[in-house]
């Protein structure tokens, strides 16, 4: 079953998509989409009744940990004293504009 696109229709989802295309970017288009929605199609008629979606290839799991309040181990007077410059208590740095 060929599904094709119309041209009319590529020129929709251009003006949909904000794209200004050419009589040759959307004769292509038309010829890209149409393969597209085939192959779509293709993959519809798979059975595929008896196999468990794929949510995770690499087996890899989100890690978290618990928020703590942890006391610092320096004090605020040790770390103004590391800073280069200081001024009104605190650290001065130059302006980044």
């Known amino acids: 079953m060929a599904t094709a ?19 040759d970017e959307i004769t292509a288009l038309q010829d890209d989409l149409s393969r597209i929605l085939e192959y779509v199609t293709q993959l519809s008629e ?34 103004l004293s590391l800073s280069p410059e200081e001024k009104d208590n605190q650290i001065q740095v130059p302006k980044v504009l």
Do not use: K
């Open 5 to 23: 696109i119309s041209r009319d229709e590529v020129t929709h989802l251009a003006t949909l998509s904000q794209l200004q295309l050419s009589e």
């Open 46 to 79: 798979l059975d595929t009744s008896g196999i468990e979606p794929t949510y995770q290839v690499t087996d890899l799991e989100n890690v978290g940990r618990h928020d703590e309040v942890v006391e610092p181990r320096i004090t605020r007077d040790e770390l």
